[in-house]
């Protein structure tokens, strides 16, 4: 018996299940480290940023290419101009992807863009066929027996 006194007088007021903050944490709030360190970097930014540019400014490589990443950030995409032709049959489908590859192979556009590119031409490929299915079937559907 006084074994269980002691461990209930261990708990928390709450029981086991039970949450002791309900309403949970505040949005937006951060712990007192994180505060901490945004309070000493934000007094500090200024002095380090000027020196990372003096720095690039001397030559150092690495702070160069610090400063140029942030000012310049990498472009994940870029607008392909590439003329293709109707893809409204198989014949142009199969033109499209000729065109991709020819593109590839004379370095007017990447491999992965031509992936994308490719990729874009075989959904249509698939919509076509989805189309051209439904209207066999109507059409077997329709058919007198």
Not at 50 to 56: N, P, S
Request: hydrophobic residues 40%; without cysteine; glycine residues 8%.
């Amino acid at each position: 018996m006084i074994d269980k006194t002691r461990t209930e007088n261990l708990r928390p007021g709450w029981k086991p299940g039970q949450s002791g903050n309900p309403s949970g944490r505040p949005k937006g709030s951060r712990n007192r480290v994180t505060l901490v360190a945004l309070a000493a970097m934000e007094e500090g930014a200024d002095a380090i940023a000027r020196k990372v540019v003096d720095l690039a400014k001397e030559g150092d490589i690495s702070a160069a290419r610090l400063v140029l990443e942030r000012l310049v950030p990498p472009a994940k995409e870029r607008p392909i101009f590439l003329s293709l032709p109707d893809t409204g049959s198989a014949d142009g489908i199969a033109e499209a992807q000729q065109a991709i590859l020819q593109a590839v192979a004379a370095g007017d556009i990447l491999p992965g863009e031509a992936a994308t590119l490719a990729g874009i031409v075989e959904a249509r490929r698939k919509a076509l066929e989805t189309q051209e299915l439904e209207a066999r079937i109507s059409a077997l559907e329709t058919r007198p027996k």
